[in-house]
């Protein structure tokens, strides 16, 4: 590719940047028994990517109306902060490599998350990463959720850029599907989701790490 590629580079955060989809499938496995349900972790599998309100429609959908949402959602994110506290908010390898790299040429960044405002500015500033990104844009900050493209079209928008002129990085199916529908290129890093099947031809790459990332960058 031209070397005027990448114009920008916007990043998913959850199983992106940080390992937290983990922390929150373990919150999950913890809270359904105590609200009454069975381990809740498997279902990180369908939601990832989703904001707030299309993941309670999911689970509404699932278990029903009489779903205490709230509830959950309430106990969950508590525990998700004790294991932040207690054990550091996990970092995927390479994050600080590339956007050091990104910094030194000059490649604007951006965040583009499912997770709210509050959560992803919390997580940014504790991991010192936050001054890197131009923009942050959350899940409670557009009215559809990934796979929609709103999300990537919004993002674009703000850079000022044609969705084909930015690199999305990606761990999830739904976030594939939203930057693909949005026209921008997309490399997917798969975290906890493995099999990359239901996303194939999507994608622009798939790799193993943001360190891999930055290495494939640094020779175009």
Known sequence: MDRKWPKAVIFDMDGLMFASEQMIQRSWDEVGPELGYEP????????MGMNRASREQYFLGVYGEGFPYERFQDAYREKVRGYADREGVPVQKGLKSLLAYLKEEGIPMMVATGSSRAHALN???RTGVLGY???VLAG???QVAKPDPEIYLKACAMLRLDPAEVLVLEDSWNGVRSAHSAGAPVILIPDLQKDTGPVEGLYLRKME???EVKKWLAGH
């Open 40 to 47: 809740l972790g498997y279902h990180i599998f369908q939601t």
């Open 123 to 125: 997580y940014l500033e």
């Open 133 to 135: 990104f131009r923009f």
């Open 140 to 142: 409670d900050q557009v």
């Open 209 to 211: 790490s943001l360190e």
